[in-house]
């Protein structure tokens, strides 16, 4: 069972910046795919970004592409989502996810794709 914990969440104004790491806790992480997942109150859970287990590979929602991006550390076990220019309507818990995957390069953009979760960050933008 892999263990993902997030943290880097809080309160920022509208244009600031968070940095939100996800640490996994399994010797095998290079195995698995990572995601990034936001859900606010009474709505489904959103993809957000993803990375290859190469690292090599990412895709964004076309609501955060150009503003973040999802990069991980394989020897530090921990996928990063660096978030620019955030607001208001990026308030949310986020989410981190990760999948067993085969394949180097294949990102993955559902959630019943993956296995695993985080608890869950908040991130909170006014304005």
């Known amino acids: 069972q892999v263990q993902l914990v997030e943290s880097g969440g809080g309160l920022v104004q509208a244009g600031g910046s968070l940095r939100l790491s996800c640490e996994a806790s399994t010797r095998t992480f290079e195995s698995y795919a990572m995601g990034w997942f936001r859900q606010v109150p009474g709505k489904e859970r959103e993809f957000v970004a993803a990375?290859?287990?190469?690292?090599?590979?990412?895709s964004y929602s076309v609501s955060v592409e150009g503003r973040f991006a999802i990069s991980r550390d394989n020897f530090k076990n921990t996928v990063y989502l660096q978030m620019n220019g955030l607001m208001p309507e990026d308030t949310a818990v986020y989410y981190c996810?990760?999948?067993?995957?085969?394949?180097?390069?294949?990102?993955?953009?559902?959630?019943?794709?993956?296995?695993?979760w985080g608890q869950g960050a908040q991130v909170t933008v006014h304005s």
């Open positions: 990375v290859s287990r190469s690292g090599d590979g990412t």
């Open positions: 996810a990760a999948v067993s995957s085969q394949s180097y390069t294949q990102r993955y953009y559902r959630t019943g794709d993956y296995h695993h």
